[in-house]
């Protein structure tokens, strides 16, 4: 289960996770509060995601490797790794066309640093990485978060 925050200023960006990891769909097969989801982008910023763990680890360690990374090139690699993470675990296809990628990066706008954070995300953007808007807190929660929230009562 992961939550990850994001927000753009003019002046920063910031991306946050915790460090759980569930193993299978409800954590049936325990899980782990010290891993570090939050992977470091030479040159760039960081990594993180909400879904299939394996999906989201394999392609932010593939491109914390790149030594030069631009949009078309992390949406490419996004690409590749999605359709080998699909063949691979098809039983999965579903949960990680609904997984949720987090990249921050600096890029230059008008000769000046601009923070940027965006999105992958298979099943509402394609392939193309879709940045957050500047000035607006983007939480994202665990697929079936709001499903179990229904069940819920709340208490005043």
């Not at 989801?37 to 299939?52: C, E, Q, Y």
């Not at 394999?58 to 080998?84: A, C, S, V, Y």
């Not at 392939?127 to 709340?154: C, M, Q, S």
Request: glycine residues 8%.
């Amino acid at each position: 289960m992961s939550v990850v925050i994001g927000y753009v200023s003019d002046y920063f960006s910031i991306v946050m996770t915790d460090t759980r990891i569930t193993y299978g769909k409800n954590a049936e097969m325990g899980w782990n509060d010290n891993y570090e989801k939050l992977v470091s982008i030479p040159n760039m910023g960081w990594a993180t995601g909400v879904g299939v763990f394996g999906f989201i680890d394999k392609f932010n360690r593939k491109l914390g490797k790149m030594e030069q990374t631009t949009i078309p090139i992390m949406e490419k690699l996004f690409k590749k790794t999605l359709e080998q993470e699909k063949h691979n675990h098809e039983f999965l296809k579903d949960f990680i066309d609904t997984t949720v990628i987090t990249c921050s990066w600096v890029g230059i706008q008008e000769d000046k640093s601009k923070f940027r954070v965006g999105l992958f995300n298979k099943e509402h953007f394609g392939h193309r990485l879709v940045e957050l808007g500047t000035h607006h807190i983007t939480i994202l929660f665990p697929y079936d978060y709001w499903k179990n929230l229904a069940g819920w009562k709340i208490l005043k």
